[in-house]
């Protein structure tokens, strides 16, 4: 395994025509380790969603660079892209992104359908994962059946299910009352303990707290890295 899992050397990104150009990442650098549970904080518009955007390769347009376990990112193809990341990258997000009309397994085999895994391994693999967070005996159910915090661990379930070398969560927490909140943020916990890197966007002081690493962001800068 790298030593290093991200390495961002004067990382830059900005919106808009090359006349009138909006910066929203503007010479950004960092480290981030194997198992590092890292917090990436900042005021609204600071360019936390962007840094999170391009960790996992959604946006492969960028200045400086950023590499994932020794790839150079801007080296690699749309293709070469979307397969790294489905293989190594789980998201959650804030508004837990479930397909209506598909079932708690259902949701959670989606990224194993992608990597065209068999049906009774994506069957298996899911009720694994749902079984992991605590869900296992509500996989047939739909998401307007579930809880919000049921819909999340759901989300964090498909997250895992490729067993990632990262998960990617953008306000996990923010659509949750503070008990739910809490109780994912132990789970998210749990699989970092496990050796999964956790890189958390977050507003809350007390989410930021739970980490060991930060990045700070202000107008686009890094502000402070690191506790």
Do not use: W
């Amino acid at each position: 395994m790298s030593e290093v899992l991200y390495r961002a050397n004067r990382l830059s990104k900005g919106y808009g025509p090359s006349t009138a150009i909006i910066p929203a990442l503007i010479d950004v650098s960092f480290t981030i380790r194997p198992g590092a549970f890292t917090a990436i904080t900042g005021p609204s518009g600071s360019g936390k969603s962007t840094l999170l955007n391009l960790m996992g390769f959604l946006d492969k347009e960028f200045g400086g660079s950023l590499s994932f376990c020794g790839h150079d990112l801007d080296t690699l193809t749309s293709t070469e892209l979307a397969k790294l990341r489905n293989l190594e990258i789980g998201f959650v997000f804030q508004s837990f992104q479930l397909l209506s009309r598909s079932s708690a397994r259902e949701n959670v085999e989606l990224p194993l359908l992608y990597s065209g895994t068999s049906s009774k391994d994506r069957r298996d693999r899911a009720d694994e994962a749902l079984r992991k967070v605590g869900l296992d005996h509500r996989a047939t159910h739909m998401p307007s059946q579930l809880s919000g915090g049921e819909q999340q661990r759901v989300a964090i379930a498909r997250a895992i299910v490729n067993n990632p070398k990262v998960i990617l969560a953008d306000e996990p927490t923010g659509s949750l009352d503070s008990v739910t909140g809490d109780e994912i943020l132990r789970l998210l916990g749990d699989l970092n303990e496990q050796g999964t890197t956790l890189i958390i966007v977050t507003h809350s002081d007390d989410v930021a707290g739970r980490a060991n690493e930060r990045i700070v962001l202000k107008d686009g800068y890094l502000n402070k890295e690191g506790l």
